[in-house]
């Protein structure tokens, strides 16, 4: 009930047009996102919207515990340096809970440290690497990941209003590299070279036509890739495209399980190891 209210006092004026919009992007969620990066008090506590945890900032008890199990798996240093972690949930109020040898800590924080164990895993120490990332939510995966290596830049693409609250929200910290926040529209990508290209999700919610334009205007320029798909694997329908519509782009691409499964169907696919 409170989430239909929350979408009732809201009137989307930021829409993209059909063809060009992201499974999340109901209109609702990029308006709240704007007001949030606008106002104070929305932006206090915008992790505890419902409108806002449609979309982010919804990983519950049970999946932190095993993101936490695979931290401790993978990279259980990162444990013993938690707290400076726990920076991520300063701003905007998240729901926090607490887990053993851990304390009190939003499962997202957890999400985004399994991600960086990953990263880790599959492309060694990211020092001095150029990133750019697909969908960055409000920048918690670029702040987490400049918390563990000085990056060399990391350069975000999203809507516009999403991109008001990363920058609001990354200007709460004090960040040891570069963030570039920008549009596919904005960004010249003639000269561009990245090290390694991610998207927790966000790539595989946008329609075929969009997708096929990151892959020629910016994936094509990563040398490494990792992206967190929640789209089938084989589209039958030609909305989203297909896996082997991805090799042909990027010969070597492997299909990894994701872990913990969050969803059925859902995998990892990387490129470059």
């Known amino acids: 009930m409170f989430s239909i209210l929350a979408h009732s006092l809201l009137k989307p ?64 240093e990162l444990i013993n340096d938690i707290e400076k972690f726990k920076i991520n949930d300063k701003v905007g109020d998240p729901i926090r809970t607490i887990y053993p040898h851990v304390g009190e800590i939003s499962p997202t924080t957890l999400r985004y440290l399994k991600v960086a164990c990953d990263l880790r895993d599959l492309f060694g120490e990211l020092t001095a690497f150029k990133v750019v990332e697909i969908g960055g939510g409000y920048g918690g995966q670029f702040l987490l990941t400049d918390r563990i290596w000085q990056l060399s830049s990391w350069t975000v693409f999203d809507l516009d209003p999403v991109l008001q609250l990363i920058s609001r929200y990354l200007e709460c910290h004090l960040i040891n590299s570069v963030y570039k926040p920008t549009t596919l529209n904005r960004f010249d990508s003639h000269d561009a070279k990245f090290d390694l290209a991610i998207s927790n999700y966000a790539f595989s919610e946008l329609p075929k036509a969009l997708q096929i334009k990151y892959i020629t205007k910016i994936l094509c320029k990563a040398k490494r890739g990792y992206m967190t798909m929640n789209s089938v694997k084989i589209a039958g329908d030609g909305q989203n495209i297909t896996i082997e519509e991805l090799r042909f782009h990027f010969p070597d691409l492997l299909i990894l399980d994701e872990e913990p499964l969050t969803s059925v169907g859902n995998y990892i696919v990387v490129w470059g190891q």
């Open 13 to 76: 004026k930021y829409v993209a047009i059909r063809g060009l919009r992201s499974a999340s992007d109901s209109g609702y969620y990029p308006e709240f996102v704007r007001r949030a990066a606008q106002d104070a008090r929305i932006f206090a506590n915008f992790k505890r919207n419902p409108t806002y945890r449609e979309v982010l900032e919804h990983v519950n008890h049970e999946q932190g515990a095993q993101y936490l199990e695979q931290i401790q798996k993978k990279w259980p």
